[in-house]
């Protein structure tokens, strides 16, 4: 088989596929007595694996669990995989996380649940009404997870309506575990969404990429095992 044949598969160059095998992504093709590349049905296998494996575990480990195999260490290969894998389910446990505090926030209209007001709150009031110390409040703040306001007058923390949303919706992440840094990744997503309403549609299309990503990796382990078989014959 010629580059041609095999950048014609995938609509890609030929220099594309000269580059991955330059890379370790393919395995070293033979050349003939005037010095042309001649592929075979492995480098095909091997290419459709790589391919594959892009949107399925993205560009860097991709490359990475292609040449640790091409270097004979399947150990590597198969934790990069696991690695995916673990960071595939800890994204999914996170959406779920956050769908729930979601419909929390949106759902809970009662005096008791969450404010139905937009009244200005100091950081003690807040803190009293979540059950948190003023300390952790303001430790979210350095987090990026609270941005409140200052009163120009005093210079004291005020915490409006959508402070408090961001605070409770902390609140309930961080009883489920998760770490202040992600916590602060979610509370980006709910303010350039514009509220909890528009953050419900952006979740519903974070589900839809990671279920993607999902069946990506299964297509990827179908791909990758077929040329493990054949390289092993």
């Not at 033979?30 to 592929?39: I, L, M, N």
């Not at 949106?106 to 969450?114: E, F, G, H, L, M």
């Not at 609270?146 to 923390?157: F, Q």
């Given at each position: 088989m010629r580059p041609t044949d095999l950048a014609r598969e995938h609509g890609i160059s030929t220099q594309a596929v000269r580059n991955y095998e330059r890379d370790g992504f393919l395995p070293p093709a033979?050349?003939?007595?005037?010095?042309?590349?001649?592929?075979?049905e492995a480098h095909a296998a091997a290419l459709r694996a790589y391919l594959a494996l892009i949107p399925a575990y993205g560009h860097r480990t991709?490359?990475?669990i292609m040449t640790a195999v091409h270097d004979g260490d399947l150990d590597d290969a198969l934790t990069a995989i696991h690695r995916g894998h673990a960071q595939a389910l800890h994204d999914s446990d996170t959406l779920d996380a956050v769908h729930e505090a979601v419909i929390h926030l949106?759902?809970?209209?009662?005096?008791?649940?969450?404010p139905a007001d937009?009244?200005?709150?100091?950081?003690?009031?807040?803190?009293?009404?979540?059950?948190?110390?003023?300390?952790?409040?303001?430790?979210w703040e350095?987090?990026?997870?609270?941005?409140?306001?200052?009163?120009?007058?005093?210079?004291?923390?005020?915490y409006r309506a959508q402070d408090v949303r961001d605070a409770e919706l902390a609140h309930l992440l961080r009883r489920g575990g998760y770490p202040l840094d992600r916590i602060a990744d979610v509370v980006r997503r709910l303010?350039?969404?514009?509220?909890?309403?528009?953050?419900?549609?952006?979740?519903?299309?974070w589900r839809r990429?990671?279920?993607?990503r999902g069946v990506a990796m299964l297509d990827a382990s179908a791909r990758l095992g077929h040329y493990l078989a054949m390289i092993d014959r």
């Open positions: 033979d050349r003939t007595p005037s010095g042309y590349r001649v592929y075979t991709a490359g990475r949106t759902t809970a209209d009662t005096p008791a649940d969450r937009t009244a200005v709150r100091a950081v003690g009031e807040l803190a009293r009404r979540l059950r948190l110390t003023p300390a952790t409040l303001r430790a350095a987090a990026g997870i609270l941005a409140p306001e200052r009163d120009p007058a005093t210079g004291y923390r005020v303010r350039t969404a514009g509220g909890a309403d528009a953050l419900a549609d952006a979740l519903r299309d990429r990671l279920t993607a």
